[in-house]
């Protein structure tokens, strides 16, 4: 049993460490131009020991979509949907205290053509970060439909994702942070004065 266990830490600690290359493969190159000869080359590793990790390239960019896809959700439950919160992160880029190179990779993945075989992944991993949103949402406007609550989270996605695409773009023109987050703060206002914002009976 414990040889077991080492085994599966060592793989898992394998995995992380080709991930991490990946990354910087995919913000370098792109995702469709790096090859696994490219990751044997930036990991130093053989492509057997790559191989026993990932069976193929598709199996490696599936799991960085939901391993960024679930640090995103445990940042969702940790702050609830505190407005304030996301109002900050938005003008600082921010989002989801995910690394820079892990916002250029969602950036990547938002770029996928509709007919890439990873298209589907990204769409099952935006359902997730959307349900969960939902669920959140729910929990703050307790009164709205769920047609209002999709409404919301599809305007707060959809927010989020242009800042994202515009600023590793370069499209950002250098706006000031300070009065980005004023700009945010005032549109997530607009929505607790649309909806009624209930917590726990107080009002906000």
């Given amino acids: 049993m414990v040889d077991v266990i080492i085994r599966q830490e ?4 394998r995995q992380e460490f080709i991930l991490e290359k990946v990354i910087k493969l995919i913000i370098n190159q792109g995702i469709d131009d790096f090859s696994m000869a490219d990751v044997c080359r930036e990991t130093g590793l053989g492509a057997a020991q790559i191989y026993r990790c990932f ?11 939901m391993e960024i896809t679930h640090k995103r959700i445990r940042k969702f439950l940790l702050h609830q949907c505190d407005f304030n919160h996301t109002a900050e992160q938005l003008a600082t880029t921010k989002i989801d205290n995910l690394n820079d190179d892990e916002l250029k990779l969602i950036t990547e993945f938002l770029r996928l053509n509709r007919n890439s075989e990873l298209h589907r992944l990204v769409v099952m991993a935006d359902e997730l970060l959307m349900n969960c949103g939902l669920e959140l949402i729910h929990q703050r406007f307790k009164n709205t439909t769920l047609n ?3 409404a919301i989270s599809e305007a707060i996605a959809t927010l989020t994702e242009g800042m994202l695409i ?5 499209l950002n023109h250098q706006a ?3 009065m ?3 700009i945010y703060q005032a549109f997530f206002n607009s929505l607790d004065n649309l909806f009624t914002y209930h917590s726990n009976g107080d009002n906000g």
């Fill in 148 to 150: 209002e609550q999709r």
């Fill in 55 to 65: 069976k193929d390239k598709n199996t490696m960019l599936e799991h960085l979509i």
């Fill in 10 to 13: 060592k793989l898992k600690f």
């Fill in 176 to 178: 000031d942070p300070e």
């Fill in 166 to 170: 515009r600023t590793y773009k370069g």
């Fill in 180 to 182: 980005m987050q004023r």
